[in-house]
């Protein structure tokens, strides 16, 4: 194992290479909430983890902020490895992820995490340097000045520093490939009304954070459009997901339009929530969004991997076009749904993966069963509340049925694969020795 010695601000720290990935507690039944170690400067609070994650939500969330060609859950999973880092490295009550910082004993662990995720926003949006620096100010501003804020100040920039080097040339940057239009039944072609070009086309091929390879859980190849069981999964969409539908509830319509922003930006906002409530500490904190992120960032390449290799095209495609040579399948070219359709292939929903694998890190840190009170970002006023994660995940997946964006086929193997990858993320971080060791 090499070592490298590197001086920040006048604090020796050591970095070792490692092939672990990141630290969680496995949580059962209700799972238990670490207290804050008050022999830890700073480790009481866990809102500069949730205040720079809001940031970075507000940021992605702006128009024309976020590169077109880079999808936000690379940023998000940067940023809480940073900040994890920092964290795990000041507290030494958890092993990081990929790199160690011997920082020095007394370090302020607050001051750590907030230079961290400073440091990383300023790297990924240099144009929102004079607000994210604002945000600092104010957080260093209410840590007493010594040595201990100058060593954690000091972890954190390095943490920060050397995470975006990990990621510096992970495929993303390349230029996302044309994908030819299908001409087939089932094959691919960008969706009316608007037909916009299929994007992330590349984002199979981007470095996975902790998975081996994209298509380590690849879901099995989707029911041909001959079958019964897609046109079955068909009628449902068109009955259910059509603008006019007589036959979607009130609630189905509700829920459509309650979950069609961001879905990792939805399940940051509930894992905001359920840290406050649960009154997690720093560390705690710090180890839920890492995961959390780091599983929304691996789940997003493996869908478009399967995304991509299986090229499925939309409902609204299949619906207008028909094609299966079954009355059954008749062409119906008025057929509109409630939402607009999201310019890539069909299989596997990316709402479902992303909504089951927030569902089961969250549920490893708070047992499955919490309640929840979600707001929407596209429906102001409106909160729908559940007994589970389990629950919100089903619901937001579903709803892109009621939408008319995806069959139950997509949802169910989405689905799948987001618990796929949850699952081999917190068992990874489990067996490789990134257990829980705090109080």
Known sequence: M????????????????????????????????????????????????????????KIVNTPGAQPATIHPTRSFAILHVAIYNAVASTTRRNTPYLFSLD?????????????????????????????????????????????????????????????????????????????????????????????????????????????????????????????????????????????????????????????????????????????????????????????????FADTTIAFYDAKYTYLVWRPITAIREGGSGTPAEAANPTWTPLLGTAPDPSYPGAHSAISAAGAAVLASFFGDADNLSVNSDTLPGVVRTFDSYSAAANEAGLSRIYGGVHTRIDHVAGAQLGRDVAAFVLNESHSSGFGFIGT
């Open 103 to 295: 920082a020095p004993a007394g370090a302020r662990l607050d001051a750590a995490a907030a230079e961290a995720g400073h440091d990383v926003l300023v790297s990924l949006y240099p144009s929102w340097k004079a607000p994210l620096d604002q945000q600092l100010a104010g957080e260093l501003a209410s840590i007493p000045s010594g040595k201990p804020k100058t060593q954690g100040v000091a972890v954190g920039a390095l943490s920060a520093t050397l995470t975006l080097a990990l990621r510096a040339n992970d495929g993303s940057n390349v230029p996302p490939p044309a994908i030819p239009a299908g001409t087939q039944p089932g094959q691919y072609r960008p969706a009316p009304p608007t037909f916009t070009p299929p994007v992330f086309t590349q984002w199979a091929n981007v470095t996975p954070f902790v998975l081996q390879s994209a298509d380590q859980f690849r879901p099995a190849a989707p029911r041909a459009v001959t079958s019964s069981a897609y046109q079955r999964a068909i009628d449902e969409v068109k009955s259910l997901g059509e603008k006019t539908s007589t036959t979607r509830t009130a609630d189905q319509t509700q829920i459509a339009k309650f979950w069609p922003g961001p879905i990792w930006v939805s399940w940051n906002e509930i894992a905001e929530s359920s840290a406050l409530a649960h009154h997690t500490d720093l560390a705690r904190t710090a180890q839920l969004f890492a995961l959390l992120n780091l599983s």
């Open 2 to 57: 090499n070592r490298y010695l590197i001086a920040v601000a006048g604090v020796v720290l050591t970095l070792a290479a490692t092939v672990a990935v990141v630290a969680y507690q496995h949580a059962t039944g209700g799972g238990t909430v670490a207290a804050a170690d008050s022999s830890v400067p700073g480790s009481g609070s866990s809102s500069i983890v949730v205040d720079w994650n809001k940031e970075l939500v």
